[in-house]
Each structure stands twice: as C-alpha cells, then as structure tokens.
C-alpha cells in the first residue's frame, strides 16, 4: 500500500504564508500527477493546483499568483506554497496523488488532509 503524510498547515494571519508538504512512501513504481486539494465548510472539494511527472501545473483561477506547487521525485514528495493567504482559503487541505506499486493501484489516493486557517 502507499501512504500519504500531510505537514505545514495551521493558523496564519491574511496576508501570511504557509507551506504544506505531503510524502509518499511505501512500495511506489510510478507517481504521475500529484495534487492538492481543498474543502472548505459546507462545500465540496475543489481542485487547488496539481503537477504532473513532467512538471506541468495546473492552478484554480483563485490561487493563481499567490500559490506554487512543486514536486521532489527523489523523495515522492510534493508542496505547496501558499503566499498572501486570504480568510477564504480557509479549508482542509487534501493531498492527492495517481500512480501505482506493488499490490497498489493504478488510481487515486488521499492524504488525510491538514486544516488551513486564515484569520482576518
């Protein structure tokens, strides 16, 4: 099986930063695209940003500029940099990540998610 372990959110004031990290470990033969996610109170989970193996990104229209995703291959691990929070990016954050291992996959797999909250 893969686990993920997520790390970094909290408390921050708006205007701040935080930087969330999410490894994979386990029996792991190929990790393609790797993502994180975001669900905020009575909402439903939304896509943040997701890079693939090649280092493609893909961002929500509402964190573009303020957020940046990165990957470590070497280490199966991927990031998230969040700068100039705002009260509405307020959520729990998921990682996610599609690939395959032994006795795993191909598929989805979630991290158990890390709450982000931003004060005004």
């Known amino acids: 099986q893969v686990q993920l372990v997520e790390s970094g959110g909290g408390l921050v004031q708006a205007g701040g930063s935080l930087r969330l990290s999410c490894a994979a470990s386990?029996?792991?033969?190929?990790?393609?695209?790797m993502g994180w996610y975001r669900q905020a109170p009575a909402k439903q989970r939304e896509l943040v940003a997701t890079?693939?193996?090649?280092?493609?990104?893909n961002y929500a229209d509402s964190v573009k500029g303020r957020f940046t995703i990165s990957r470590d291959n070497a280490k199966n691990t991927v990031y998230l940099q969040m700068n100039n929070l705002k009260s509405e990016d307020t959520a729990v954050y998921y990682c996610?990540?599609?690939?395959?291992?032994?006795?795993w996959g191909p598929g989805d797999y979630w991290g158990q998610g890390t709450q982000v909250t931003v004060s005004s």
């Open positions: 996610n990540i599609k690939g395959r291992g032994r006795g």
């Open positions: 386990g029996s792991i033969f190929s990790i393609n695209a």
């Open positions: 890079i693939n193996s090649g280092g493609s990104t």
